[in-house]
């Protein structure tokens, strides 16, 4: 099964979240917290508002930072995705 998202939604696949601080304390897993970094999975082919067309500025494959509170969690064959708005991508990692 494809997740496909429409209008100017992006699908991402979160990075894991680091198990130790760079100071090298270990992290208890309850305690991680997720990180705002993801992987760009698939990207929908963008909308019209308000007569414009919105073009997607994201592409798959990128790594970028969105929204700590946005999106939609999605579980599909085991794998666990998040559906955001490409407004809610705040930057891409380079």
């Known amino acids: 099964m494809?997740?496909?998202p429409l209008g100017d939604r992006v699908?991402?696949?979160q990075l894991e979240a680091e198990e130790t601080t760079k100071s090298g304390i270990v992290l208890p897993g309850q305690n991680k917290?997720?990180?705002q970094q993801a992987e760009v999975i698939a990207v929908g082919p963008g909308t019209v508002v308000d007569g414009k067309?919105?073009?997607m500025e994201v592409k798959v494959g990128q790594q970028v930072i969105y929204s700590k509170y946005s999106g939609t969690d999605v579980k599909l064959e085991d794998e666990e995705f998040?559906?955001?708005k490409q407004?809610?991508?705040l930057?891409?990692?380079e």
């Open 2 to 4: 494809k997740l496909v």
């Open 11 to 13: 699908v991402l696949k």
């Open 33 to 35: 917290e997720k990180p």
């Open 53 to 55: 067309e919105v073009k």
């Open 82 to 84: 998040i559906i955001v």
């Open 87 to 89: 407004s809610d991508i």
């Open 91 to 93: 930057a891409v990692v």
